[in-house]
Structure formats: C-alpha cells, structure tokens
C-alpha cells in the first residue's frame, strides 16, 4: 500500500493524476527541475524553524527521520515540548510535525511552521492535515497554531526572537474544514492505490499554464503547439469555458470568445503568423525619453531571515548592478558593480551617480521590480535620497512596448526578456553562459559571500556573475536599437 505524506496531499490537491503517476509508475513520471529557488527555500525553512524552537527552550529535538514508534515513547517522557515526533496512521498515512505541546489535560498543542510574511485563512489543509493524522492516531489536538514571520519586523542588531516571529491560533479554522479534509486524505489515500487510471488527462487541463503539474505534457499530449495556456494572463474560467468546448489551441478559439484587446491582438499574431507592430505608438513612446538612456538591471539577494539591520523578512540586498548608457550618438559605455560581501551598497549608489548623473531616462525591464528596490534603498541608504528619487521619477519599463505594441507569436504569450531577445537579436543568447538567470546568480554570490566551504574559484565566479548581469542590459540596448530601427 503506497504511504501518504503531507507533501503527498498538497499534490494530489494540486494533481491527483500526477501523484498517481509518481507513486504508481515513477519511471514514466517526469519531475520538473530542483529548482535553485526551491532549494533555497527549503534551506530557509530549516533557518526559520530553528529560531522557532528557542521560543520553547525545553523543547525536545526528536532524532531526524526517527520513527513513529520512537515519538510514541518519547511522548510518555517527562518532556513537554517535542521537534519533529512523527506518526503514522493504521491507512498509511505519514506526518511529521513541526513543534508538538503536551497540555497539561494530556491533549496537544500542535505548531506549523512557516517560512512566509503572512498565512491566508483558506490555506490551512497542511496544518489540518497534521492534525487529522495526530487524531488518527489516538492523540486529542485541542489546539492547532501557525508560526510565521513578522512582515513588520525590522532587525536592531541580535534577531529578537519572539518580535521576529508571529503565532496566529488556527483552531477553529482547523475545526472548520476537518471533515473536507478528512475526505479529500481518504480519496487520495484510495486514489493513488487505484491499479489504473484514465492516462489521457489531468486536473491541470483546466487551470493556467503557471498551475500545471509537472507531469502535464504526459497525460495532455493532445494539446498544440501554440495553444491556449499560452495566452498573456488568460483566467482560468476562460481555461475552463475553452476545454469544455474542445478547443484546446489558439487557432480553435471561435472569433467571438470574449478576450481582452492585449490577448485579440496575441490571437491574431498567432493566427497570421505574423508580428504585429504598432509603429506609431513605438515611436511616440520612444520619442519621449531624454538621453542619456541608462540601461539598468539589479541582483538582488532576498532573504527570509535579514541579515543587515532595518532590513525585515524577504527584503532583496542589491548585491549587483549594470548599466549601459547611450548617447544620442549612439556611443555606448558601461558600468557594473558587484558587492565583495553582505552589506548594504553605498559604494555601488556612490560609483553609480558618478557614472549616470542626475541626467536622462533610466531603462529597465519590467520596472516596478528595480522601483522597489529603489524605495527600499531609500530607507536604507538615505544619503542619496535625491539620486533613488531621480532614478524612479525617470524610469522607463522597455517591457511594456511587448504587451500591446510589438506582439511576435514566437514569443509564446510571454514578455520575457529571455523570451524576447532571442527572436528580435538572434546574436545574443543567455546559453552560453556559467550563470542562467536571476536565482542562479543570487545562489551562486550568497554562496560565495557567505559559506565558508564555498568550493568555487571566487574570481571565475566573480567574472561569470558579471557576464550574467552584464547580457541583461546589453539585451535591453540591442532591443532598442531593433525598435528604433
């Protein structure tokens, strides 16, 4: 009988296809990539999870991967507080739980631990499901908390445990979808140990691309290229309304589906396999930035425990930065900076003013991202108050051009840069590089600023990391030039 643990349930809520398919056939399962962020995040969760155990001093570190039996002796121990106890109910299904409180009545305190700023009422089922395995198990869960970290928080030297995190009671919400819960760990308990199911679809062919599990090409390989998934932010209930009708790629969608004018005109490049461009919006838009143009693009380094003081959790250090600027001769210059350790980059904003001045139009791809960034500086480092202030007050998002005015169907429904650069400037490619995008190079520099076990030659990865940030503005220059042209 296949076991059922809680990240078992969080998929088979997501895929009950998919879960299938891993437990049933794993050699025809196709796991999507461990992720360099997912990795972080999960290193993250242990960093959070040990500050939430100095809230119970007394707490009991329970072995890594003991067994249900070893916890069910340990809680008639004179311990009160366990970490990690682990259960397993007579049906096969496996919890481990974060903190676990025997009261003083011989019922329990349960605690989920949380990685995130905040936790939203309608999804608990991970917590729930904890709880309903506890039960299962002969043990009373009177109460059931989330312990999560202080969006407010801001660090003031030594991390102040008991301000850094925050327990919101979850009881009655856990009260309140017990028995949905319950059924849903039931169907997926005798879901997954079905000897067959229909391969021919899944859950997923009726949510958005960002949605899709991991296995969906498997069981969908009658979906087309181009097809409608791929659509600029496309709802699910028109996902939905589309299947249901059986028409599955972008060429089927009947002229009268209701869409919005951004996604008609995606449909129609599609549909005339034709790049659709907008010349005379281009170039009123492009007519109204004032040279210099400075091409900027920032690294950022998020952490859910700060590291530097009046930073909060899963604030982003800038830790990086390029910029390209253009006369408008055409003459082109180049400046980047790549900080040595954690620290907040005054050299960086200094060496960057001097560079840019308080001159001209700054260009980035999808600007809110480097706005913010700004702001935050802004606090950080307020001593260039007037420079951050200039910067956002003259900033430009080259993205916005590639939603309604320069639709390519090569895209495929996206505006990435990455997805943009090869088809306009075939030249340029990002395969070629050591460092791959964004989160591969925020891994790779908090490694080498930070572990002392780095293994990597810091100057091969110093030069690799600023080839990186480099290409990212160099794109943004090479895509102007393919507009203006």
């Not at 970490?83 to 109910?89: A, D, E, G, I, K």
């Not at 690294?299 to 700060?306: K, L, V, Y």
């Amino acid at each position: 009988m296949n076991q059922v643990t809680k990240t078992d349930f969080i998929h088979f809520i997501n895929c009950p296809e998919s879960l299938w398919l891993q437990k049933n056939k794993p050699n025809a399962y196709t796991k999507g990539p461990f992720s360099l962020f997912l990795e972080k995040l999960i290193k993250e969760g242990y960093e959070v999870e040990d500050y939430a155990k100095l809230l119970f001093p007394d707490g009991l570190n329970l072995p890594e991967n003991s067994t249900p039996t070893y916890t069910n002796q340990q809680l008639n121990s004179n311990h009160t507080v366990f970490f990690q106890p682990s259960f397993l109910t007579p049906k096969g299904v496996f919890a481990r739980v974060d903190i676990l409180e025997k009261l003083p009545d011989n019922t329990y305190h349960l605690y989920e631990i949380k990685s995130a700023t905040s936790v939203k009422k309608g999804k608990l089922e991970d917590a729930c499901f904890q709880k309903y395995v506890l039960q299962e198990c002969g043990y009373t869960v009177a109460k059931v908390s989330i312990i999560h970290l202080n969006k407010d928080y801001r660090k003031q030297g030594v991390i102040q445990t008991k301000e850094l995190l925050t327990i919101i009671d979850i009881t009655e919400n856990t009260n309140d979808i017990y028995s949905a819960v319950a059924n849903k760990i039931n169907a997926a308990t005798s879901y997954i140990n079905r000897n067959a199911i229909n391969e021919n679809k899944c859950s997923c062919r009726y949510k958005t691309r960002t949605n899709h599990c991991d296995s969906f090409s498997y069981f969908n390989s009658d979906i087309p290229d181009y097809s409608i998934y791929e659509i600029a932010r496309i709802s699910a209930k028109k996902i939905q309304q589309l299947v249901a009708q059986q028409y599955l790629g972008i060429l089927d969608i009947p002229l009268n589906f209701k869409l919005s004018t951004m996604q008609q005109v995606q449909v129609e490049s599609v549909r005339k396999e034709k790049v659709l461009i907008n010349k005379s919006s281009i170039k009123s838009t492009l007519n109204k930035l004032q040279y210099p143009l400075h091409f900027i693009d920032y690294e950022t380094f998020p952490a859910a425990i700060p590291k530097l003081d009046h930073m909060g959790p899963h604030q982003h250090l800038v830790f990086q930065v390029s910029v390209h600027t253009m006369q408008k001769d055409g003459d082109l210059t180049h400046f980047e900076w790549l900080g040595t350790k954690i620290e907040q980059p005054e050299d960086m904003l200094k060496q960057m003013q001097n560079f840019t001045g308080l001159t001209g139009t700054f260009i980035s791809w999808n600007a809110p991202f480097e706005m913010s960034r700004n702001k935050d500086l802004l606090e950080w480092v307020p001593k260039f108050k007037i420079y951050l202030n200039y910067m956002n007050a003259h900033m430009f998002d080259l993205m916005t051009i590639f939603k309604t005015d320069y639709v390519d169907f090569r895209f495929h429904g996206s505006t990435s840069i990455k997805k943009v650069l090869p088809v306009l400037c075939p030249q340029f490619s990002y395969s070629d590089l050591e460092v791959q995008d964004g989160t591969m190079a925020l891994d790779i520099w908090g490694r080498m600023v930070s572990d002392p076990d780095f293994g990597g030659d810091r100057d091969t990865t110093r030069k690799n990391l600023l080839a990186y940030c480099k290409l990212d503005s160099l794109a943004m220059v090479e895509i102007y030039r393919v507009l203006i042209k």
